[in-house]
């Protein structure tokens, strides 16, 4: 019974987020913010449906009170949270970024359970706490009006932060990442993320001038090279590659994308002589199997994982994901394509590109370059680390040990994501309801492309 | 709440003005004297001459991110499309521990269809597997204990892998039933396994034959071997046992001085560095060459007198051989040999060893003359030898070998089929053809005139490889033999049996004899 139950709902559950998938783009259509309330209806229902059944066979397989326990809690923190941000912020917060912020924790809820109990419940802890100081996000971005013009309040705490954990950094799989406090060992580099956003929106909205650029970039550059120097480069690299795009919204000029690949092959370049740890990375990149006891280890039980589960999956508890080393973390995408099968996979990652677009339509609706430019700055974070993640799992690109936004077990991460989430809701609140006489031809614009 | 919507509402006003119009205020660390002097002239100039469209920049990005994700998922497609089933077939896998106890192991089959290797459940349920032909088909078909080998160990997750139909699959969930694995149909032929087995007889050696078009392995014998049914409970005699080499399956692992096989290559070196007149070169034998202190004797000290290059070839003589060797480019030879797949990976997906060839521009006199004969550290496998014999039946064109044909479902239905392919070019056309006309010689009037076949016409390489310093050595044959468009490439290795003349060629024809006859 338990095996047919598990065989049912390994299908039913592609099903549903085929259609929660499907959804996510209906939603994105057209240019106002919530645009299609049917599909936002049936995600929200799908979501929990998929909850039920992924919970109703933890349990079959587990058979411990706790796991009900935590199944309700879930259900009651998915409800309310949700209800008070709807009834708090009315018609005016993105109802599919929501969406998707639900779907993605709860995705996690799953995999974590599955993979561990004790991770799962202490991330669920950390995202309760966190939601709570998250429903006063989006106001203070909409009242406080001197966020825009606190500049070198960002840039420097931020390079404090990260200054402080190259000195009393802990070692951590090779980087130094993150510091204890308490029992807590915590991430300041995914704080700084927001931080750094922030300053450079701050810096570069005022004005574009060569000069201007040219402190922006010492200043990025600060950010960057304080994280090679902790070996974190993954972070380093999404710091990289924010900044530049950045950069280019701000200034619409080639020449300075142009330059920063340049100048990133060459530091890419330099970190591969220089760090052994992206060497070992690169190695396992190219060719795991011959490396396979050592180096490549990881990344082949990743693979393995992969494609044992095939497209439709091993079934939740039918396949051995707790092979792959630090799977809660920089594989848990690895762990969920092996039980819930590879169109799953793909249509997480369709999640999570859909989420991008969001942020994306947000940044483009609101018509101050400030806000403009953070919006698309977090989008830039959000998928240059779900790329990372995602890409280094599948063995698309070198693994840099980096965490899937909302998904994968980690406190800093995670509280960190929903604020960066809590803050886009913030700046979409924060659209004029009608927009500005100057502006119409820009919207057209992007409306014919999409 | 009510409230709470008015007081947004009211708020936007203020706010936007202040949010659009950054370059009314002013940073005064910052900005330039000018906009300080005028800040308004600032914003006009932002805003109306070099007005920027922001949000176009940010699509120009967002269809770049766009196009990522989607080679993401590109990628992952083509992992689970093509690479998977590859990948996850490896023994790092832990996951066959669970596929064995859902799935019931698929069976092994002969091309004809004849069963080699299945599953069958004993009357206390525990399970077996059985191998009806015994010993015939050991190491090409393996073993499923003690770390797998051959075949079972290759195709292992395609036989615990299910495609049955959905539907049997649900009611197999219903009923507490294992899934069918599914079968692989090999291109393994019974008819010429058992030839090639008797044709080593009780000897020690290997026997591989291939299909040169397709790449097919229609027979791979190793000997001594092992009786596939048993090797559980004869597993601890075995290894336990001193010199016991039963489960080395020499055919694809078995490293061997080539012997006179390797002219072959030193004469396609010597063609090459003599494109237009190699057929003028000529050699008085005396039985032996001497070089300063070192020599190299003809076998049995014969003596060939006077011989043009493919009298040489023919009759495989050693003076003459050193005396081609020692005019070559070390550079070129030893690149030569690289391509024809020394020191690098066979094009193979089982395990095998590898070649291996150590001349170099530093190498001496007496290394060079031993080496180009055959003899020196050279090693390589009867696998290497069948490709090269293999590549010039093709036209100089290596089809990439493989055993399995085709994997089944439970119901006969084919899951995936395995398409020939090309591997590699080893020579030209004319260099194929030109090999060929040298490796007919041999069959014709030189050292494998027990060839010679009315039902076939047979090309080839007799050796005869030293390996201790006491005159031992073994008898190996690499060649083919055509008929039409029928074609077969064999390569024989017998240990410790003298001349390749003697042995190996006879045992050739006996596997030649049976293809062409059917």
Known sequence: MTAILTAMAKYALILLIVFYTYCSFMVLRGNKVNSNPAALRLQSAIMYMIHFIAYTIIFINVKEKKIIVLYLAQVLYFSITKGIFLLTYRKKISKALLNNMYMLLCIGFIALTRLSYENAYKQFIIVTATTIICFFIPVLIKILKNIPYLTWLYCIAGIVMLGVVLVMGRITYGAKISINVGFFAFQPSEFVKILYVLFLAAFLSKSQSFKRIVISGVFAGMHVIILVFSSDLGSALIFFVVYVAMLYVATGQLLWVGCGFAGGTVASLIAYRLFSHVRIRVLAFRDPWSVIDNEGYQVAQSLFAIGTGGWLGMGLYKGLPTSIPVVTQDFIFSAIAEELGGFFAISLILICLSTFLIYIKIAMLHPGLFYKLVAFGMAVTYTVQTVLTIGGAIKFIPSTGVTLPLVSYGGSSVLCTLITFAIIQGICISIPSQPEKTKPEDEEDYDDEE | ?518
């Not at chain 2, 020191?343 to 997906?349: A, D, Q, R, T």
Request: proline share 3%.
């Open chain 2, 1 to 518: 709440m009510k409230n709470n919507e008015d007081f947004f509402d009211d708020s936007f006003e203020i706010l936007d003005e202040s949010l659009i119009d950054y370059s009314d205020r002013e940073e005064r660390d910052i900005e330039s004297e000018e906009v300080r002097q005028n800040p308004k002239k600032q914003s006009e100039i932002k805003r109306t001459p070099k007005k920027k469209n922001f949000n176009r920049f940010i699509l120009n990005q967002t269809i770049l991110f766009t196009i990522l994700f989607l080679g993401m998922i590109g990628y992952l497609v083509y992992f689970e499309y093509k690479d998977a089933d590859e990948v996850i077939n490896n023994n790092y896998n832990k996951r066959q521990t669970i596929l064995d106890k859902s799935v019931y192991r698929g069976e092994i089959r002969a091309s004809n269809g004849e069963v080699l290797a299945k599953s069958i459940t004993n009357e206390d349920g525990s399970k077996s597997r059985i191998y009806p032909y015994g010993d015939l088909f050991a190491h090409a078909v393996g073993y499923n204990c003690n770390g797998k080998a051959g075949l079972e160990l290759a195709a292992n997750f395609k036989l615990l892998t299910s495609n049955a139909g959905l539907l049997l699959q649900i009611k197999d969930d219903l009923f507490g039933n294992q899934h069918p694995g599914d079968s692989v149909i090999t291109t393994l032929d019974v008819n010429l396994q058992q030839s090639a087995y008797s044709a080593i007889g009780n000897n020690k050696g290997a026997i591989i034959a291939i299909d040169p078009a397709t790449g097919k392995i229609l027979t791979m014998v190793s000997k001594p071997d092992f009786d596939p049914n048993t090797i559980e409970s004869d597993w601890d005699y075995i290894v336990s046992e001193e010199g016991n080499t039963c489960l080395l399956n020499r055919a694809t692992n078995g490293l061997y001085p080539p012997g006179s096989t390797f002219k072959v290559f030193t004469l396609l070196e010597y063609i090459h560095e003599h494109p237009g007149d190699y057929s003028n070169y000529s050699f008085d034998c005396s039985g032996t060459l001497t070089r300063g202190e070192y020599s190299i004797d003809c076998y049995n000290r014969n003596v060939h007198g006077h011989e043009s290059l493919i009298d040489s070839f023919a009759y495989s003589c050693n003076s003459s051989f050193a005396n081609i060797g020692l005019t070559l480019d070390m550079t070129q030879y030893k690149h030569l040999c690289k391509d024809l797949l020394f020191n690098s990976n066979l094009p193979f997906s089982m395990t095998y060893a590898k070649s291996d060839f150590e001349l170099n521009e530093k190498s001496s006199t007496f290394e060079i003359m031993q080496t180009v004969i055959g003899q020196g550290k050279t090693q390589v496998t009867p696998l290497h030898l069948s490709l090269i014999a293999s590549a010039v039946a093709n036209n100089g064109v290596l089809m990439r070998p493989y055993m399995i044909d085709h994997v089944e479902n439970v119901d006969g239905r084919t899951v995936k089929q395995y398409e020939s392919e090309k591997a590699k070019t080893l020579f030209s056309a004319e260099e194929a053809k030109t090999l060929s006309e040298f490796m007919g010689a041999v069959v014709s009037y030189g050292t494998g005139t027990k060839l010679q076949s009315s039902e076939y016409d047979a090309y080839g390489k007799t050796g005869t490889a030293q390996f201790d310093s006491s005159d031992n050595s073994h008898s190996l044959f690499m060649g083919y033999a055509e008929n039409g468009t029928k074609k077969l490439a064999i390569c024989v290795v017998m240990e410790d049996m003298p001349a390749g003349s003697t042995w190996a060629v006879p045992a050739a024809r006996e596997v030649f004899d049976t293809y062409f006859a059917s």
